[in-house]
């Protein structure tokens, strides 16, 4: 049975968009000496980008020809980040991939780079940029999936919090615009938005002081991977896990125990490494040549709603999943 539900997750987790499905015909350069330079800049430094760095490793290693530099990105300001991009550029990348903290700010600096190297959003776009394409999970369909479950949790209503990293990312926006959709009508009300800058501590006393603040607060919901963990940590705290229904994003190992525990309802599962190795891939046959790879400019995957009862399947897929 558990084979048969690891399968069907890996399935669902296959993923859509233009021209997936078929062959790549990118003329690979393994045999070439010199090796294609990428650089990948986070968002943040969390377990969802460890798995992405997974793939995007594991994609290296297989091509033979890439030489990948990976940055976590450990600030919390625009400038912190374009500084990293800037200093990539200024080696000599041959492309950069950028999971952007805030698309309206960074428009002018990434079309900028646009012009001097590849430039690929992974995660989170940048719309109205030139970058060459946008590789990430349907964020919309992520947040829509997250409103179900809440609604499942709180079937007769109630108040919702919501905690996130950086409000303005597009990723973020998408999410919560998805979430808003699925729960118009309904009797479950979004009464605020509380920011942390991805720091997990922050994060915590968020929820802490929300929970303080409205004692009537029914759902809680973390739109970032780290999230579900440190509302967790938050709500037993208060000595109201169980109570307070708690809905996240991604696949941490402490979000999957608290959806074992009961603690979580449920979270919104990503293909994390797909996404990475995907990214390295595709860049990797598009600078040697294969125009194809990023020329629909967008390449989007499914996600995935897990719950208490398939938790324990999610847990040996990952383990799966890190494998090298």
């Given at each position: ?9 890996a ?8 021209g ?26 969390n ?18 020809n ?15 980040q ?8 200024a ?14 700010k ?28 946008y ?27 919501l905690?996130v ?22 009797q479950l ?20 002081d929300?929970l ?13 991977s ?12 208060a ?14 190992p ?25 990214t390295?891939s ?39 999943r890190?494998?090298?």
């Amino acid at each position: 049975m558990k084979r048969l539900l690891i399968l069907t997750l890996a399935l669902c987790m296959a993923g859509f968009c233009p021209g997936c499905g078929k062959n790549d015909s990118g003329t690979g350069n393994s045999s070439t000496s010199k090796k294609i330079r990428i650089g990948f800049v986070t968002n943040t430094k969390n377990d969802f980008w460890t798995t992405v760095r997974n793939g995007c490793n594991n994609a290296a290693q297989n091509l033979g020809n890439v030489a990948l530099d990976f940055r976590f990105f450990t600030g919390s300001t625009v400038e912190e980040q374009n500084q990293i991009v800037s200093d990539l550029v200024a080696s000599g990348v041959d492309g950069i991939a950028i999971s952007p903290i805030d698309a309206d700010k960074q428009t002018d600096f990434l079309n900028q780079i646009a012009a001097k190297t590849l430039l690929v959003c992974v995660d989170s776009d940048v719309p109205k940029s030139k970058r060459a394409c946008y590789i990430a999970t349907d964020n919309v369909a992520a947040g829509k999936q997250a409103g179900v479950l809440l609604k499942a949790a709180l079937p007769k209503g109630g108040k919702v919090m919501l905690f996130v990293g950086f409000p303005d990312a597009q990723n973020a926006k998408e999410r919560i615009q998805g979430l808003q959709s699925e729960l118009a009508g309904s009797q479950l009300q979004i009464i605020g938005t509380q920011a942390d800058a991805t720091q997990p501590e922050v994060a915590q006393k968020n929820t802490q002081d929300a929970l303080a603040k409205y004692p009537d607060l029914a759902g809680l919901v973390g739109i970032y991977s780290y999230d579900g963990p440190a509302i967790l940590q938050g709500v037993r705290a208060a000595g109201k896990n169980g109570r307070v229904k708690i809905v996240c994003f991604d696949d941490d190992p402490a979000t999957l125990d608290g959806i074992a525990t009961g603690d979580i309802y449920g979270s919104v599962v990503q293909t994390s490494s797909r996404i990475g190795y995907e990214t390295i891939s595709r860049m990797e046959k598009y600078l040697a040549g294969d125009k194809t790879q990023l020329a629909q400019g967008k390449v989007l995957f499914s996600s995935l709603p897990v719950t208490q009862a398939m938790v324990e399947s999610v847990q040996a897929w990952r383990q799966d999943r890190l494998q090298p």
